[in-house]
């Protein structure tokens, strides 16, 4: 199941503004899934909103005002530019939300995933920011992840299907929180498979020495 202190924080965060990049971008992801995560997100804007309404304003530039609708209208044009060049096709749509889908590039068929292990492939999302990596995930049906624990932590939000591991059942729209010390071995569902991204702090380490070989070979 999903870490409610975890997930509340990162909402508190994104709320806030003050999320990295990537981590910013797999949470309006998961809140594009999750209509009660956007009210819960709306009501800590409104608490900030109060306590702002009682902190005296600084005065702001004469170009303040025309800066943000500068970046309103990029945001606008990129995710117009996306529906134009195809990236949006029928499926890629269905299951990728907006904003991680403007990162792609490509719709899902496309893109060049690499074989991570049996029934498991890997495309990395280029994201602005050394210290994650971010990836989608696709597993085939019945197929598992081998065992492994985290150099940093990890961040997993399923976009279309289920996984289940040991600490419970994921689906659509659930976001899976481990830790350094947590082993676990997601098993996707044995009818849809599972698509997710996920973000690392680091590199995975998995308990098996020919898996952690394989890992080695095939990272880019």
């Not at 709306?42 to 304003?57: A, M, S, V």
């Not at 749509?93 to 049996?118: D, I």
């Not at 481990?178 to 082993?183: A, M, T």
Request: include cysteine; charged fraction near 25%.
């Amino acid at each position: 199941m999903e870490r409610d202190d975890a997930v509340g924080d990162l909402l508190l965060g994104y709320a806030s503004g003050a999320l990295p990049e990537a981590i910013s971008v797999l949470v309006a992801t998961q809140l594009a899934l999750r209509p009660e995560l956007r009210r819960t997100v709306r009501e800590i804007e409104q608490i900030g909103g109060h306590l702002l309404e009682e902190i005296e304003p600084a005065p702001l530039s004469a170009t303040a005002f025309d800066a943000v609708l500068s970046r309103i209208s990029a945001n606008d044009d990129v995710d117009t530019e996306a529906e134009a060049s195809g990236i949006a096709d029928g499926e890629t749509a269905s299951v990728v939300p907006q904003p991680l889908r403007g990162y792609l590039g490509a719709p899902l068929s496309r893109l060049a995933w690499r074989k991570r292990g049996p029934g498991i492939e890997e495309y990395r999302v280029p994201v602005g920011d050394d210290r994650f990596e971010m990836s989608l995930i696709r597993i085939k049906p019945g197929r598992a992840v081998p065992d492994h624990s985290h150099e940093g932590s990890e961040l997993t939000l399923v976009l279309d299907g289920a996984f289940s591991d040991e600490t419970g059942h994921y689906g659509r729209g659930d976001l899976a929180v481990n830790g350094e010390e947590d082993h676990h071995s997601p098993l996707a569902d044995p009818e849809r498979g599972c698509i997710c991204v996920a973000i690392t702090g680091g590199p995975l380490r998995f308990s098996n020495p020919l898996v952690r070989f394989f890992d080695r070979m095939t990272r880019g």
